[in-house]
């Protein structure tokens, strides 16, 4: 036999004109296939096995439902089921005899073929090529008949029911219960299940919401049969899957349908029925590990990615409820989804992905305190939890606990590859490669993210901030464009808009998206911050000020307190780096009233430094390295920019130049505290101060024309208008008294309309007229 070629010894049984197949769970009869659920064909293989022996009820149980509780209302429910596929009517069980008291005997002979000895060939996913020692010719019609079914139903490798590339819509459960904790619920619980599987793709909820509005209905519809198979098609998805749930006396009976949304082709059926409520949940797991089989994943993949959905979820009916409502309102309606999940948290306190996504929920209003209590408890119970949740736990963990950006890129990669149909991994990707300063690959990342799921927001909101810190403001414009397109927005697309047309000097932008932003919440009070912070960039710190007011108690308004803390330390910042110490020290107190989040406390601490109150900055700064010892802003940032400035101030400009190397790597990169308008290019912007420090002209130059060349990342932070002075003094330094010239006129132009008191500004003008 040639290396190419392997033995296999199968079983083939037959009983009248019947072909039962154990290894392809195929059943033939007279060439035509008999359609089987898993189970029954289970039945049928132990009873043809056990040929004219009684199987006792128990030991059938036992052998098709090994680690399952069964009710034996379900067995008898597979057994009726498997007679109707054979053929019996009720007065003639030909093939299946009740034994009263005792189980079940089948009465037909059963024959296992002989000589079943089969020559593997050659083997692909395309063609399988047998050569069959045995030369009876029922044999070759068996085989060719059991060829036929396979590859038309889809049981072996010779065509799956789904490939790597379809998708599938899963409808709600109809409810005939009368009970309505299963609205919703089965649904989710499904979902949760099937997104185990790295193979199969569910069209995510932002996809359907989208489809529906195209359709004329309202986007929280119920997902009928009739509607979830109009979306299948309208989404060129390969398959529909909807559940029902119904009582029959005491029993509940459990079961899914899939089909072909284009042909109408049944692709399986599932059903299973439990004598109480609480081991629902349990035969969901059951159900869909079925199905995912049936589907053409392997046995392995299964085996290693299936948590049972009590594990994964909560074995809590009523928890579950109050989880996939809350799931439905996350990002519509974040404030009302995180009561619903408050709820969830106190009715099973050990809901672990209940706690992260009510973590992340926090994470995107800037309530990071909150966010980091939720997902630090998330992550101590992880182990209830499916693979792919566990994921999500620890991502969101590393990323707003830890703060750890290379483990979280390490944990995002691994999900990527472990489950390559999954957005999300590749959206935490874009905004990962941000914090890094790797912009082009966070541009690829969002373009994966946007393949796998076209309607997936983030990707979108992503690609188009990749794109404006590579100062590529029309392709940014254009991902914003397509965003729109698909009717996909969110609040933060509106600030982008705005940021657009600053960079643009398109003031007529400014005010449109200034004014779209009225009364929309996460979008008012931000966009409110950004004119705080224009307005300070061009030296109108008198504007300013009533307008980061303005910012801060919209924030305290929507009981956003996190928020609000950051744009206290955003203006805390400015007033430092302007020069006005009381200012300053006002906000910067104002800010650490309201929160302690690592971003708040390192703008209050920077703030004080730079306003010279040493002792309440030294305080904050061993606060920050205690609590936060893995933190990456934290320790090659934060600290050691607070560490140089601190050093310069005592005079010993090399050693701070020194303390700012770690830094060097995130020179390009978005800190944690840019949503408040600060932050970014800090770490060139204290190089140059230091090398202006230490003499060496030069150098200082070098520095601060990197912040002026990247105009699109600094956006309107007072640095950037700062920079135009610190580099005239940089040439000035350096004997290049021209260039530093037309350094000073350009910051005199920016700061044109500014207050005319401020020290800064005195102090520059006398600086320009000694150059003359």
């Not at 053929?87 to 024959?111: K, L, N, W």
């Not at 009070?525 to 030296?539: M, P």
């Not at 950051?566 to 302007?578: H, I, P, S, T």
């Not at 310069?648 to 770690?662: H, I, S, Y």
Request: aromatic content about 8%.
């Amino acid at each position: 036999m040639s290396a190419s070629q392997s033995k296999v010894t199968k079983e083939l049984y037959e009983f009248e004109s019947f072909q039962v197949d154990p290894e392809k769970e195929t059943v033939v009869r007279a060439g035509k296939p008999v359609p089987l659920t898993p189970k029954t064909f289970q039945i049928l293989l132990v009873l043809i096995r056990s040929s004219q022996e009684v199987v006792t009820k128990d030991d059938l149980i036992k052998a098709v439902w090994p680690d399952t509780f069964v009710e034996e209302a379900n067995l008898s429910r597979n057994i009726f089921m498997l007679r109707k596929a054979l053929g019996e009517t009720a007065q003639d069980h030909r093939y299946i005899v009740t034994v009263p008291g005792r189980g079940y005997r089948f009465a037909e002979s059963v024959r296992l073929v002989p000589e079943q000895e089969l020559t593997v060939i050659a083997a692909s996913r395309s063609l399988l090529q047998l050569e069959v020692k045995e030369t009876k010719r029922w044999l070759w019609i068996a085989v060719a008949a059991v060829l036929l079914v396979a590859c038309g139903v889809g049981v072996s490798q010779c065509r799956p029911v789904l490939s790597a590339k379809d998708t599938v819509v899963l409808a709600d459960f109809a409810n005939s219960t009368g009970d309505p904790v299963f609205d919703g619920t089965l649904r989710q619980g499904m979902a949760v299940e099937l997104e185990q599987s790295p193979f199969l793709s569910l069209v995510s909820e932002d996809r359907i919401r989208r489809t529906l509005v195209l359709m004329g209905s309202p986007a929280d519809s119920r997902l009928t049969s009739e509607i979830s198979g109009q979306i299948c098609q309208r989404l060129g998805s390969a398959a529909v899957i909807d559940g029902s749930i119904a009582r029959i006396g005491s029993q509940y009976v459990l079961g899914i349908h899939a089909a072909n949304c284009h042909t109408g082709e049944t692709l399986d059926d599932e059903q299973v029925q439990v004598g109480k409520k609480e081991d629902i949940i349990g035969a969901l797991t059951h159900i869909a590990r079925s199905f995912r089989s049936r589907t053409g994943e392997s046995l392995a993949t299964i085996k290693k990615h299936t948590t049972p959905l009590a594990e994964a979820t909560t074995p809590s009916l009523d928890a579950l409820k109050a989880y996939s409502t809350a799931w439905k309102l996350a990002f519509s309606n974040p404030q009302d989804a995180l009561l619903l999940l408050q709820r969830a948290t106190q009715i099973d306190p050990d809901f672990a992905i209940a706690y992260a996504l009510q973590g992340r929920l926090y994470a995107d209003i800037w309530e990071s305190v909150l966010s980091e209590q939720s997902m630090r408890k998330a992550w101590e119970l992880r182990s209830r939890a499916s693979d792919r949740e566990r994921f999500f736990i620890e991502v969101n963990y590393q990323d707003r606990v830890s703060g750890n950006i290379d483990k979280t890129r390490e944990v995002c990669q691994v999900w990527a590859q472990t489950y390559p149909r999954d957005a999300l991994p590749h959206g935490e990707l874009t905004w990962i490669y941000q914090e890094r300063g790797n912009y082009e690959e966070s541009v690829e990342e969002a373009r994966r993210a946007i393949d796998l799921d076209p309607d997936f927001t983030p990707g979108y909101n992503n690609l188009a901030w990749a794109y404006i810190f590579l100062n590529r403001l029309d392709a940014a414009e254009d991902a914003l464009q397509r965003a729109s397109a698909r009717k996909l927005e969110m609040p933060e697309m509106l600030v982008m808009r705005y940021y657009i047309a600053f960079l643009n000097g398109d003031k007529v932008g400014m005010e449109r998206a200034a004014s779209q932003a009225q009364g929309q919440f996460g979008a008012e009070d931000w966009i409110a911050d950004e004119e705080a912070s224009v307005l300070a960039w061009s030296g109108q710190l008198k504007q300013s000020r009533m307008m980061s007011n303005r910012a801060v108690n919209l924030a305290l308004h929507g009981n956003q307190r996190e928020r609000a803390a950051m744009y206290e330390a955003g203006a805390a910042v400015r007033e430092a780096l302007f020069g006005n110490v009381p200012e300053a020290r006002r906000r910067a107190l104002a800010a650490r009233e309201l929160s302690n989040g690592r971003h708040v406390e390192w703008g209050t601490a920077l703030a004080l430094t730079l306003s010279g109150d040493y002792s309440q900055s030294q305080r904050l700064m061993v606060d920050l390295d205690k609590r936060f010892p893995e933190d990456t802003y934290v320790q090659l940032t934060y600290l050691p920019m607070l560490r140089a400035l601190l050093t310069l101030r005592e005079g010993d400009p090399a050693k701070a130049l020194q303390q700012l190397q770690p830094a060097a790597p995130y020179d390009l990169a978005v800190p944690g505290s840019w949503s408040g308008f600060f932050g970014n290019l800090y770490p060139i912007y204290f190089r140059g101060s230091a090398y202006l420090a230490n003499r060496q002209g030069p150098e200082a130059t070098a520095e601060f024309q990197k912040v002026l060349d990247h105009r699109a990342i600094v956006f309107s932070d007072p640095i950037g208008a700062l920079a135009h002075l610190q580099l005239g003094r940089a040439l000035a330094l350096a004997g290049n008294k021209t260039r530093a010239k037309a350094a000073y006129e350009g910051f005199f132009i920016l700061w044109k309309n500014a207050d005319r008191d401020l020290p800064i500004l005195r102090q520059a003008r006398s600086e320009s007229a000694h150059l003359n």
